[in-house]
């Protein structure tokens, strides 16, 4: 960006500050011959009028009020600097900002409450999963707030899905015959099973099962299919491999069930939100 200023009409050094009103407001299309703005020079007696060229670009030139002035070029632009040093605190108040959108209205930029920049695009929690991201702490690992953040998503025909990994395991050590549950309800939220491994110390088909009441014994079905392991020996399931996790109802907790009472070891890795 260039700049130019240049001395306004002459003007008195005791004339009294006035409040500067705009010719367009935030949010109505530019119909109007905008005001121009002025300010003093740093010896406070000097009014100064900002000039643009015909695009509408600012451009910097000191042509009076002592200085060696800037005639910035886009080739070599002069430095403008703020009445705040960086790092110094605040000492008077902001002045907006704003632009122009692609309709040619005038807009101001938006801020929350503590003066953090707003986004546009923000992400909508029910159109990840369920996954509510405005109740979530986004940070690095200092603890700092992670801003221009992307966030893996995969498509799955009908929605784009956030991403996320099992941060939680369970130890399996079963020998009873039927549904034992292995992952307990909690709330609404829904099991999300990533990997699990199993050892059987003879022949058992496995297959995980999901109700509520102890051991799923009210509304129970099936929430995998049936692992038939015709000798003693071992499985492991990777359900992330293909980015398909077992997913359970809401409210619902899971259950392991096997068709004999045949010792079955092992460990489920799981999410749930």
Not at 193 to 207: H, L, P, Y
Not at 227 to 256: K, N, T
Request: a neutral charge.
């Amino acid at each position: 960006m260039v700049c130019i200023l240049r001395h306004s009409a002459a003007r008195s050094a005791g004339l009294a500050a006035r409040l500067l009103s705009l010719a367009v407001v935030a949010g109505v299309a530019f119909a109007q011959t905008p005001t121009p703005v002025q300010g003093r020079d740093a010896a406070g007696n000097k009014y100064r009028t900002v000039a643009v060229d015909p695009t509408g670009k600012l451009q910097v030139v000191v042509t009076s009020g002592g200085g060696s002035g800037c005639p910035g070029t886009a080739a070599t632009p002069c430095v403008v600097g703020g009445k705040v040093a960086a790092g110094a605190a605040q000492t008077g108040n902001p002045l907006p900002g704003g632009g122009v959108d692609s309709g040619g209205v005038a807009r101001a930029l938006a801020t929350d409450a503590v003066g953090q920049q707003a986004i546009a695009n923000a992400v909508s929690a029910a159109s990840v999963s369920g996954v509510s991201l405005s109740t979530r702490s986004l940070t690095d690992y200092l603890g700092f707030p992670i801003y221009n953040r992307e966030i893996p998503y995969l498509f799955n025909g009908a929605t784009l899905d956030l991403q996320y990994g099992c941060p939680n395991s369970v130890i399996v050590d079963d020998s009873t015959s039927g549904n034992v549950q292995i992952i307990a309800a909690s709330g609404a939220t829904q099991v999300h099973i990533c990997k699990a491994s199993f050892t059987t110390a003879a022949a058992v088909n496995i297959q995980f099962t999901q109700g509520t009441g102890a051991n799923c014994v009210v509304g129970t079905a099936n929430l995998s299919g049936l692992y038939q392991l015709p000798v003693a020996s071992g499985v492991f399931e990777d359900f992330m491999s293909d980015r398909a996790p077992l997913v359970g109802a809401a409210s619902q907790a899971v259950c392991l069930n096997l068709s004999t009472t045949t010792r079955t070891t092992g460990q489920v890795w799981y999410a749930q939100f």
